[in-house]
């Protein structure tokens, strides 16, 4: 097997990504707050338009907590703990792809080898959870082998 990718390392990646949906999402509620609020058209012309953006601030309001949210549980997950199974803090290197079981992100890239990041309540993470490295397990289509687990 490569050399490990530090846990500490893939954390500190998928928090920079969090991080930076954060300030999107911050920058655009921003403007959504601002655009919605903005009483230089006559209540005739901005009513419906204004209901629908309130709306649409609330969604907005909801996914930053959410985000937030789980930056604040991917900030509590131990880098120094040792995986034997999958779970919570586990990095799953296998066949297909590399796992990191945290938070759900895009693909990152750490050290040159790039890794996904689930959440325990993906679909995938079912299918997976509790086994071991040498273990293998299905998902769609995909058979996925266990080569490493951390």
Request: proline fraction near 2%; charge should be negative; glycine fraction near 6%.
């Amino acid at each position: 097997m490569e050399k490990r990718i530090a846990k500490q390392d893939i954390i500190k990646a998928c928090a920079l990504k969090q991080e930076v949906l954060i300030t999107n999402f911050s920058e655009r509620e921003a403007e959504l707050k601002a655009d919605a609020y903005n009483r230089s058209e006559s209540a005739s012309q901005s009513e419906d338009r204004t209901i629908g953006k309130v709306e649409l601030l609330k969604a907005m309001g909801d996914e930053l907590v959410f985000v937030q949210n789980e930056l604040a549980y991917l900030l509590t997950l131990d880098a120094d703990k040792l995986c034997h199974t999958v779970e919570p803090g586990a990095v799953v290197m296998t066949d297909k792809l590399n796992f990191f079981i945290g938070i759900s992100s895009e693909k990152i890239e750490v050290g040159g080898t790039p890794f996904f990041g689930i959440s325990a309540k993906a679909p995938i993470y079912a299918n997976m959870v509790g086994l071991a490295k040498g273990d293998s397990f299905q998902f769609g289509e995909a058979r996925y082998n266990i080569l490493d687990l951390y």
